[in-house]
């Protein structure tokens, strides 16, 4: 396979790529379709590179969906830190004009290189965060307040909150008169989430397990889980959405939209997903 450069020519590497991913990746562009506009502008506001960090991952093209993807990561970095790109058998020189040539001579000859994932944050791809869990890719997060139609004012239940991402894009949705209350069992990335999502005045991050939801603040208008479990118990939750509220969760299959009608709920699924496992009393 050989790497066209003029195919990444006019794009930014910056969250334009992640807003064009979000537009057009077909996956969930067939269980929902099309995006609303004001997800899309919303993953645009939130930089994902301020969400993780210097964890080192490792490329090769086997493991990369195709040598473009790699190519195009390699090539779209810009800046002085793209030095600390690590390429076997090359030597970066100091601009990025040196690096897209060492990379060039590698790529051809079945490259691996060894990422910082903070460089890597631009791309539509789940990165790890620590703890055995990941950052999500932006156009499942996408897909996902898409389909919960989140609006200003809104008051949300997140459970499992990661690095933050995920919860910075909603709380982007519901706007300053909302509130989102996100849930983290591991400690650990409860205080980087806090951290993360401090210029948030609309969020707060628990350390908790919310596997059974957090009723203090409920009602919800919606509640969202971004972790998995077969054994899940949605009827724990019920008393904590309002009438006509959402619960989003996923199984080890599909995603499960279960909307309040009473005391039962209506029942919609979206396709195939993989999640980390939830863990927790309801899990």
Avoid at 2 to 20: C, F, I, Q
Avoid at 46 to 56: C, G, K, N, Q
Avoid at 63 to 71: H, I, M, P
Avoid at 270 to 278: D, E, I, K
Wanted: charged fraction near 25%; aromatic fraction near 10%; glycine fraction near 8%.
């Amino acid at each position: 396979m050989t790497y066209d450069p003029s195919k990444y020519a006019d794009l930014s590497y910056s969250t334009e790529w992640l807003v064009r991913a979000a537009a057009t990746n077909r996956a969930f562009l067939d269980l929902k379709s099309p995006r609303d506009p004001r997800v899309l502008q919303a993953i645009g506001r939130v930089d994902r590179r301020r969400f993780l960090d210097d964890t080192v991952v490792t490329l090769n093209h086997a493991q990369a969906e195709d040598l473009d993807r790699l190519a195009a990561t390699l090539f779209a970095i810009q800046g002085a830190e793209s030095s600390r790109i690590i390429i076997p058998g090359s030597k970066p020189g100091p601009t990025a004009n040196d690096l897209r040539i060492s990379a060039i001579k590698t790529l051809r000859n079945l490259t691996v290189a060894s990422v910082p994932v903070r460089e890597l944050a631009y791309n539509d791809v789940p990165y790890p965060i620590g703890y055995e869990m990941s950052c999500s890719q932006p156009s499942l997060v996408a897909f996902m307040d898409d389909v919960l139609d989140l609006q200003p004012g809104y008051n949300i239940l997140e459970v499992g909150a990661g690095c933050g991402y995920h919860a910075a894009v909603t709380a982007e949705l519901i706007g300053k008169d909302g509130r989102l209350t996100t849930v983290e069992i591991v400690p650990g990335l409860a205080v980087k989430a806090a951290r993360n999502l401090r210029e948030y005045e609309n969020v707060n991050v628990l350390d908790a397990d919310g596997s059974r939801g957090y009723a203090q603040n409920s009602p919800y208008d919606r509640i969202y889980f971004t972790a998995g479990s077969k054994r899940f118990d949605p009827f724990y939750l019920i008393n904590q959405l309002n009438e006509g509220g959402i619960l989003l969760y996923p199984d080890d299959k599909a995603f499960n939209l279960l909307r309040r009608k009473g005391n039962e709920f209506s029942r919609e699924q979206f396709g195939n997903v993989v999640f980390t496992p939830l863990t927790g009393e309801n899990a």
